[in-house]
């Protein structure tokens, strides 16, 4: 296939996903970039004082510590699916000495949000070939608080990270090698097999068996794949379409407007009524952009933007089915784990959608530069969502200390229960839904 139509790629690709020489290193230093920059907001403090937050603590720490079973990453998780990603990650940490346990799960949330980040400067460097370009988009989705101090830092919420992971690499080349498909294909059925929300590849994947044939078998895979876990992953929820003439409401003021101005600055907004006019303006803005620069655009640029705004509304859209919370979504700042891959994904699509008119002015790298300051300067009253309590981390860590303890001191002992107590009332499940209870000593 000739790049005209946007579908080659290059030749011998192996599983480091398709660097290069210099780029591999500077893949790495946005990593490294990325991860202090989620890490800072909070001074560290989320990995020397975990916080374990909700599912972490009371559900994915005890099921594999106390037995560390493989089978049961397989479980259902409280939200009547089963979400594979997460719970293999909550396997392998718990295999940690107690003590560290609640480190590792921070660490290895912070790693693993920044490598998605980092994944937007691959996708930035196939489609545009710039890298100072590819570089600063990564680095303005890691500054801006398209996110909090759970969907960063907690296992459980990974699935969202997990989610944009999906969505970005099958925009990626796919490896070229036997062994890296291979191991390419078991990644992204882990990926699929971790949220419902992967329902959405679907069409993009129907429409790749035409569009890039020699792709056609692992396409082939991944559908099925998704239909599987659908039909066996997930417990069906349901049904209402009466939130959805709020969904271009929601999109505009949620994802459009809250990337870009932070969720407090939107919730201001939206106390004084002018979210949606501002909204309204900032989307039509955007779709002039694209209009009128749509036929100077790359194949890889015309295909990244459709692909990229389908996943937008298609998870913005299957979020918003079957949930009569349009009131809260439009309110100040709350579920802010539903919007938040559209969101990420939406902040890509704009610099995509920025790149010629950058591109055609003198000196456009400073210019980015400016744009990418001046969205992080506006978003800085946001960063305090990523804040934890210390305290709460304290007794987080001295719990795991004792723990610790206890736990090389089973003689005599079966099934010794510990408990901390936390967390005052969640609906779904009354009080203390926070606390952390496991059993020692198992028989």
């Known amino acids: 296939m000739s790049e005209r139509n946007g579908f080659e790629h290059p030749v011998g690709g192996s599983f480091s996903l398709g660097f290069r020489g210099a780029d591999t290193l500077l893949w790495i230093l946005v990593i490294t970039v990325c991860f202090f920059i989620l890490a800072l907001r909070n001074f560290l403090l989320e990995v020397q004082y975990p916080i374990m937050y909700t599912q972490d603590g009371r559900y994915v720490f005890p099921l594999f510590f106390e037995r560390h079973d493989f089978s049961s990453i397989f479980k259902f998780c409280d939200g009547g699916y089963r979400t594979v990603g997460p719970y293999l990650l909550g396997y392998l940490l718990t295999f940690l000495p107690a003590r560290w346990i609640p480190h590792g799960f921070s660490l290895a949330s912070l790693c693993l949000s920044a490598f998605t980040y980092a994944l937007v400067f691959r996708l930035g460097l196939w489609i545009v070939r710039d890298r100072v370009f590819a570089v600063l988009m990564a680095f303005c989705v890691a500054a801006l608080p398209l996110g909090n101090a759970q ?47 992967s329902i959405v590849i679907l069409p993009v994947c129907v429409w790749r068996l035409w569009s890039r044939p020699q792709q056609r078998p692992e396409h082939v895979l991944f559908m099925v794949s998704a239909v599987g876990y659908g039909v066996w992953g997930v417990h069906p929820g349901p049904q209402d379409f009466s939130s959805w003439p709020y969904l271009a409401q929601i999109f505009t003021q949620r994802v459009v407007l809250e990337s870009l101005i932070g969720p407090k600055n939107r919730a201001y907004l939206q106390f004084l009524e002018g979210a949606s006019p501002i909204a309204g303006a900032v989307f039509l803005v955007l779709v002039l952009i694209a209009w009128r620069s749509w036929g100077s655009r790359s194949a890889r640029e015309k295909e990244a933007l459709m692909v990229l705004s389908y996943f937008q509304v298609s998870l913005l859209g299957m979020v918003v089915l079957g949930k009569h919370l349009e009131w809260i979504f439009l309110g100040m700042m709350a ?63 001295q719990f795991f200390e004792r723990v610790d303890r206890e736990s090389r001191n089973c003689a005599g002992r079966v099934d010794w229960p510990m408990v901390l107590k936390r967390g005052a ?15 020692l000593c198992r028989a």
């Open 151 to 197: 969907l960063v830092g907690t296992v459980a919420w990974q699935h969202y990270n997990l989610t944009i992971i999906l969505c970005l690499l099958l925009l990626l080349p796919f490896p070229q090698r036997l062994w890296s498909r291979v191991l390419f294909s078991l990644g992204v059925n882990i990926l699929i097999w971790s949220h419902p929300l």
């Open 335 to 397: 579920l802010g784990r539903y919007v938040y891959a559209p969101k990420v994904l939406f902040v890509v699509v704009f610099f995509i959608l920025a790149f010629p008119v950058f591109r055609d002015i003198p000196r456009f790298r400073i210019l980015l530069v400016g744009l990418v300051l001046l969205l992080t300067a506006i978003n800085l009253n946001s960063n305090k969502m990523y804040r934890t309590n210390v305290e709460e981390g304290k007794r987080i860590v």
């Open 425 to 439: 009332w969640d609906p779904r499940n009354g009080p203390g839904d926070w606390s952390i209870e496991i059993f």
